[in-house]
């Protein structure tokens, strides 16, 4: 028994360094965090490599809508009201990657708080703060979030609140499966015989040792959070102009599919692109913490 | 010598509700701790040595209930205000526990698991809490302290981790330390170092519950002595007394088989025959009279009640204590 138990004190101790190592070694979780580095490069530093602004409208085009050239400087070419795309993409996806990440922070937060609460103290707190969480499963997010627009107007701020508000569930379920396991570790007693009081074990204890598994599943919520605000905004209910995103170009760029590919393809190339080495991030990062899991 | 008592427990049960009913780990407790003196609980794995102690200090797993009187310095902690207890858990009553690999959070440095017994309760500012967290890691000799503090528990070593276990017990200045087998995860070495730590600390005025199953570190640090069997208290000595002669036939035959260096390498190891009794299962009469040497006819039938004469006292029929027993 003291054997085992010291592999788990091993790995939890040298949990960091391990997991490093073995994230350098999976080639497909490196490819893929380099390219969400280009592509965060690109969507912080594209709009000021081109000479055009977001809602410029370029008149010396005819037609409006002009396939991607160097010559003329559109190097995605524009879409049907004469903006350039290059610079439409990048906005696009600033504003995409700020929505995820800020929903995705919202949903952390509140769900990493009530999951550990409710795992650490268990019992009847524990059941009843679960079953508000399956009730809200239970409630349709499409229509819920749709209110929301409706209610309070399209804003930015109510979109990622809103998607957060509901992203918490997940995470929370997760996070209180964790914190159970933990209740039943033995620094968890010898923190309880010390007389620490439950908020500061389950601050300074408990959630610092989930943060690994919360990591992995935020790194896999940021792609499905993009991919719900893309639908909003393909339904037209996302952000409103002159504020563009990876969803809204989507939308656009499918109505003009037959005579403009390059206004669908380009946006939506990118947006896969993205959701692709999110994924595969996640999934490498859930590998290499992996054995501490188990 | 009630009045000296620091720690006193009368009647105590521990029990735990199971699928199959009520099963009583511990029953009928009674025994008391000095101040200053290390008391050492001794008994096999399942004695119900551990739940005893956890039951006094409110810290048993869900499903244990605890009935009788846990007195600290003259104050209940098991009735029904639970203030006193939250008032001395921590603070003037500690436990280590067995594991020191588990016991430490991995995630903390030895500093701040160190400071945060003293800083949450807001008795030291935290620079007094560093310079209090050297003083007490020198205490417990550990190596280059200033170093510890900044490590993680996985940098150090299983007797080194114990000694951090044990010093955060210390950093209140605690006055009774209940320490749950803490050498069992450690090699023999490293056993007699931790040993010197809780002897140094008893000698320095602390009183100590050491619970353990092994004899010879009994030895090494006990005052008193009591013996526990099957969730019972069956004979209670000071240590050299029952070295010299034990009372109880269970306690003589525990001393009998621990191997000495002079048994010639091709002798049988002594053991005790048979097993002890499951919770629950324990049999009419005296729980050890299936495997005791010495049992009588009556041993089977009725219980033999913990009878005091002196400063010891033991449970069984077929042994009576004389005034003036032992050297």
């Known amino acids: ?294 | 010598m009630a009045s000296d008592a620091l720690f006193e427990v009368r009647d105590l049960g521990v029990c735990f509700t199971t699928p199959r009913g009520r099963v009583s780990a511990v029953r009928e407790i009674s025994l008391e701790v000095r101040r200053g003196e290390c008391l050492a609980v001794v008994g096999e794995s399942g004695s119900g040595k551990s739940q005893l102690f956890l039951g006094c200090l409110g810290l048993l797993a869900a499903g244990g209930l605890v009935e009788g009187s846990a007195r600290f310095d003259g104050q209940e902690l098991l009735g029904p205000d639970a203030g006193p207890r939250r008032a001395a858990l921590g603070t003037r009553l500690a436990m280590v526990f067995q594991d020191p690999m588990n016991a430490l959070t991995p995630h903390l440095t030895i500093g701040r698991q160190l400071a945060e017994v003293v800083l949450e309760r807001g008795l030291l500012d935290a620079a007094t809490a560093r310079a209090r967290s050297l003083e007490v890691l020198r205490s417990v000799g550990m190596p280059d302290p200033e170093a510890r503090l900044r490590q993680y528990p996985h940098e150090l070593s299983g007797g080194q981790r114990q000694r951090a276990a044990i010093a955060m017990a210390l950093m209140t200045r605690p006055d009774l330390l209940v320490a749950d087998e803490p050498t069992t995860a450690l090699d023999v070495t490293v056993q007699a170092q931790v040993i010197d730590v809780l002897r140094g600390a008893r000698d320095r005025g602390l009183a100590v519950v050491l619970i353990t199953h092994d004899m010879g570190v009994v030895a090494g640090i006990a005052d008193r002595v009591a013996v526990m069997y099957a969730g019972r208290i069956v004979e209670t000595a000071p240590a050299r007394e029952l070295f010299a002669a034990p009372a109880h036939p269970y306690t003589a035959a525990l001393l009998a088989s621990v191997p000495r260096l002079d048994t010639p390498l091709a002798a049988r190891l002594a053991g005790i025959e048979g097993q002890p009794p499951a919770p629950g299962a324990e049999p009419d009469g005296c729980a050890f009279a299936p495997r005791c040497p010495s049992a009588l006819e009556t041993c089977h039938r009725s219980r033999p009640p913990l009878e005091s004469l002196g400063a010891r006292s033991v449970a069984c029929h077929a042994v009576r204590l004389a005034p003036g027993a032992g050297p």
């Open chain 1, 1 to 294: 028994m003291a054997g085992s138990t010291h592999a788990s004190a091993m790995t939890d101790g040298a949990l960091w360094g391990d997991a490093r190592r073995r994230l350098r070694g999976n080639r497909a979780a490196i490819a893929a965090a380099a390219c969400i580095a280009v592509l965060v490069l690109a969507a912080l530093l594209g709009p000021l490599a081109s000479p055009y602004a977001v809602d410029h409208v370029d008149w010396t085009l005819s037609p409006l809508a002009s396939p991607p050239s160097l010559a003329n400087g559109h190097w995605f070419g524009t879409d049907s009201n004469g903006r350039d795309l290059f610079v439409r993409v990048w906005t696009g996806t600033q504003v995409s990657l700020l929505v995820a990440l800020l929903a995705t922070a919202v949903s952390v937060v509140i769900g990493v708080a009530w999951g550990a609460t409710a795992g650490y103290l268990g019992g009847r707190v524990d059941g009843w703060m679960m079953r508000a969480v399956d009730v809200l499963y239970a409630l349709p997010y499409m229509f819920f979030v749709i209110i929301l627009t409706v209610v309070f107007g399209r804003s930015l701020w109510l979109i990622f609140l809103a998607i957060g508000a509901v992203g918490w569930l997940t995470m929370a379920r997760i996070v209180r499966g964790q914190a159970l396991a933990l209740r039943q570790r033995e620094f968890v007693l010898a923190a309880v015989a010390l007389g620490l009081p439950a908020r500061r074990i389950i601050a300074r204890h408990i959630v610092p040792n989930v943060l690994g598994t919360v990591i992995v599943y935020a790194t896999l919520t940021v792609p499905q959070v993009i991919l719900f605000e893309s639908f909003l905004s393909f339904l037209g209910l996302g952000v409103q102009e002159p504020l563009t995103s990876l969803g809204r170009l989507v939308a656009e760029g499918a109505l003009e599919m037959e005579t403009a590919p390059w206004q669908l393809l380009v946006p939506a190339s990118v947006l896969a692109l993205l959701l692709l080495a999110l994924n595969f991030l996640g999934d490498g990062l859930r590998d290499a913490l992996d054995p501490r899991l188990g």
